[in-house]
C-alpha cells in the first residue's frame, strides 16, 4: 500500500492538494484524527475494492494535542510495518493571513490566543515545526494558483517511481524572501547584474543577451562550475537518506536574470545526468 499523509499549515491549501491526489486515483480521507489513520491503513490494505494509494488529510484543527497524537501515530506506523511518505504544505504567515481574512473562516487556534489571527498562525508555525522537519515532501502554496498546485502534485507523484529524487530548481528575488520549501539556498548576487545594463533591465535571464553577459564572467562561469560539481555530489547523499523532493533556490536581488539564468544551467547540467529535474522562477514576472 502508498500511504501519503498530508499535513501542514492551516489555510495552505489542503483542499487544493486532495482535490489533485484523487484525480491520480488516490483514495483520499480528509479530516481525520492521527489515532485513526493506522486502522484506516489496515482497513484498505486489506480491502480488494479500495485503490492501494491513499492519502490521509490531518491537521491541527483538532487541537494542540494533535501534534503528540500524529507523532505517537507515525510511531505506531512504523510497528505495525507501514511504510507511508509525509507531504507537508506550506504557505508564508502573510499569504496565510490574508487567506482568513478573506474567507472570513476562523483559524482552529484563534480561541487559544486571545482571537489574534497573527499569533494564531505564529504558534500554528511553532507547534509543528518538528513535522515539517521530518516530511518528505514540502510544498509550499504561497504564490501558487490552483493550476499551478496541481502541476506540482503531478511532478511529484506522477512520474516514473524508479526516479526517487524529485528535483526542483527554482530562482527567486532575496528582496521578495527566501521560498519556504527550499531546502539548498544559493545566492549569486556577488556576480555582475545586468540589470544595470540599461538595454537588459527590463529582459531576464531567459534572454540570450542576458544569459551571454551573466556567463562572459570568468567569476560567473567559476561559481557555475563549482556549484554543479556540489550539487551532482551532494545529490547521491539525499538519495541515500530517502529523500523524495529535494529544492534547489538560487537567488539574486530581484529573481530575474542571474538566478534565472544559473536556474537554468544548473537543470540543465542535472538533466545531463537523467535526473528528473523542474524549474520554477518565482519572481520571473515581479
Request: net charge negative; with cysteine.
Amino acid at each position: 500500500m502508498e500511504l501519503l499523509i498530508v499535513t501542514g499549515m492551516s489555510g495552505s491549501g489542503k483542499s487544493a492538494v486532495t482535490d489533485a491526489l484523487e484525480d491520480l486515483g488516490y483514495f483520499c480521507a480528509d479530516n481525520m484524527p492521527p489515532a485513526l489513520i493506522p486502522t484506516i491503513a489496515q482497513f484498505v490494505n486489506s480491502s480488494e475494492n479500495l485503490t492501494k494509494k491513499t492519502a490521509v488529510v490531518t491537521d491541527i484543527r483538532i487541537g494542540e494535542s494533535w501534534v503528540n497524537d500524529f507523532l505517537a501515530m507515525l510511531v505506531k506506523l512504523k510497528d505495525l510495518s507501514y511504510e507511508y511518505k509525509i507531504l507537508f504544505v506550506d504557505a508564508s504567515d502573510d499569504v496565510l493571513i490574508r487567506r482568513y481574512k478573506e474567507t472570513r473562516r476562523k483559524h482552529p487556534l484563534i480561541d487559544d490566543c486571545d482571537g489574534s489571527l497573527i499569533h494564531s498562525v505564529q504558534h500554528e508555525r511553532e507547534l509543528l515545526l518538528p513535522i515539517k522537519a521530518i516530511a518528505d515532501y514540502v510544498l509550499d502554496t504561497t504564490s501558487s494558483t490552483a493550476a499551478e498546485c496541481k502541476r506540482r502534485i503531478n511532478e511529484m507523484f506522477l512520474e516514473n517511481p524508479d526516479n526517487a529524487l524529485k528535483i526542483r530548481c527554482m530562482s527567486f528575488g532575496f528582496k521578495y524572501g527566501i521560498p519556504n520549501d527550499s531546502d539548498i539556498v544559493f545566492d549569486v548576487r556577488c556576480l555582475p547584474n545586468p540589470f544595470y545594463i540599461p538595454s537588459m533591465k527590463y529582459k531576464t535571464g531567459l534572454d540570450k543577451e542576458v544569459n551571454d553577459y551573466v556567463l562572459q564572467s570568468e567569476q560567473s562561469r567559476t561559481v557555475l562550475d563549482k556549484l554543479n560539481d556540489l550539487i551532482s555530489y551532494m545529490i547521491p547523499l539525499y538519495v541515500d537518506e530517502g529523500k523524495s523532493q529535494l529544492v534547489i533556490s538560487i537567488g539574486c536581488t530581484g529573481g530575474k536574470h542571474r538566478s534565472v539564468c544559473f536556474a537554468e544551467h544548473i537543470a540543465q547540467k542535472l538533466k545531463e545526468q537523467n535526473y528528473p529535474v523542474s524549474v520554477k522562477h518565482r519572481d520571473i514576472e515581479k
